[in-house]
Nanobody, 126 residues
Framework: QVQLKEYGGGSVQAGGSLRLSCAASGYTYSRYCMGWFRQGPGKEREGVAS????????YYADSVKGRFAISQDNVDHTLYLQMNSLKPEDTAMYYCAADPGRSVSTCNTRNHFNYWGQGTQVTVSS
C-alpha cells in the first residue's frame, strides 16, 4: 500500500520555477506507474506527466513538454516535478499518483491510478 503527500506548491510569477515533491511511503521496488496531475478551478483533471519505475520511461502532456520534468529518487522514492517557465495557465492544484502492477505500455496519465496524494496548490501570477 502506497501513501503519497505533495510538497512544494506556492505562488510564483510567470517565468519562474517551482519543484514539487511527493513523499511516498509504503513503496517497494516493484512495478509502479507514477504520475503528476493537475486540476484548475472549474476544470477537469489533467494528466501532466508519468514515470515508469521499472525503466524510467516518461510521458509529458503537450502543454508542459519542454518546461516540466518528472523524476524519482531511486533511494527514498520521492517523486518530483520540476516546473520551469511557469505560465498563469499552469495555476492548479497538483496531485501525485501511483498505481502498482502496470506495464510500460499502460503507464500513462489516461489510465487508472489507485493511490493519490492530497494535492498542493500552484499559483502563477503575471
Amino acid at each position: 500500500q502506497v501513501q503519497l503527500k505533495e510538497y512544494g506548491g506556492g505562488s510564483v510569477q510567470a517565468g519562474g520555477s517551482l519543484r514539487l515533491s511527493c513523499a511516498a511511503s509504503g513503496y517497494t521496488y516493484s512495478r509502479y506507474c507514477m504520475g503528476w496531475f493537475r486540476q484548475g478551478p472549474g476544470k477537469e483533471r489533467e494528466g501532466v506527466a508519468s514515470f515508469y519505475t521499472v525503466d524510467g520511461t516518461t510521458y509529458y502532456a503537450d502543454s508542459v513538454k519542454g518546461r516540466f520534468a518528472i523524476s524519482q529518487d531511486n533511494v527514498d522514492h520521492t517523486l518530483y516535478l520540476q516546473m520551469n517557465s511557469l505560465k498563469p495557465e499552469d495555476t492548479a492544484m497538483y496531485y501525485c499518483a501511483a498505481d502498482p502492477g502496470r506495464s510500460v505500455s499502460t503507464c500513462n496519465t489516461r489510465n487508472h491510478f489507485n493511490y493519490w496524494g492530497q494535492g498542493t496548490q500552484v499559483t502563477v501570477s503575471s
